[in-house]
């Protein structure tokens, strides 16, 4: 039987040492390559043409999207699975986006990972669910307006309808008519939850 031929992605050697120790002696999996940060990732795939490659997400000089797209130009039938600690809505959005076929948490329990690796092997959707709701809730979701933005802006640095229409010279009432937008397009009920989402999202940062 063909073994699954694995690339390891990871900048931090003792989780990516972990990562590989949990492939061995596995029958059907094989780690065949390794790589500290996305430029080594890209360099790796060219080399060993894995069958799946587990991409962690930020690393130094190339991050994982950048990695996942500069992989699929070259080979658009790559097979990456991202492996990271951070699951903030943004970051599964862009990866998703960059060609991943699954989105899975450091701190997975192993037969999920393994699992993941075989179904993504064989064609299968191994998306889990908190991605399929992070998609389904940015696909749902029409595009703001930049006024709409502008007042979300102040909405998440906590400014009051008064101080939002001085800043942006605009009446009162247009912000109570831009906030209605607002909660409607993010589905929604009140400011605090629209803070919340914008920055979950990534529609506004903080600081």
Do not use: W
């Not at 390891?8 to 990516?16: A, I, K, L, N």
């Not at 999996?29 to 043409?49: M, P, Q, S």
């Amino acid at each position: 039987m063909n073994k699954i031929r694995l690339l390891v992605v990871d900048d931090h050697p003792v989780f990516r040492l972990g990562i590989v120790s949990m492939f061995h002696d596995l029958p059907d999996i094989e780690v065949i390559g390794e790589a500290a940060d996305g430029l080594e990732a890209v360099e790796a795939y060219r080399t060993h043409r894995p069958d799946v490659c587990l991409m962690d997400l930020r690393m130094p000089r190339l991050s994982g999207v950048e990695a996942i797209l500069e992989i699929r130009r070259e080979f658009s039938d790559a097979r990456v699975i991202v492996l990271t600690t951070y699951d903030s809505d943004e970051d599964i959005f862009r990866a998703v986006q960059s060609g991943a076929k699954s989105y899975l948490l450091k701190d997975s329990p192993r037969d999920p990972i393994l699992a993941t690796v075989r179904g993504v092997f064989s064609g299968q959707d191994m998306m889990p669910k908190l991605v399929v709701d992070v998609l389904s809730l940015r696909l749902d979701r029409h595009e703001l307006t930049a006024r709409e933005i502008e007042v979300l802006r102040h909405l998440v640095r906590g400014r009051s309808n008064k101080e939002i229409a001085a800043n942006l010279a605009i009446s009162e009432r247009t912000v109570k008519f831009h906030l209605g937008g607002l909660f409607a397009k993010l589905k929604v009920l009140d400011r605090t939850q629209a803070a919340v989402t914008a920055v979950r999202l990534g529609i506004v940062e903080v600081g």
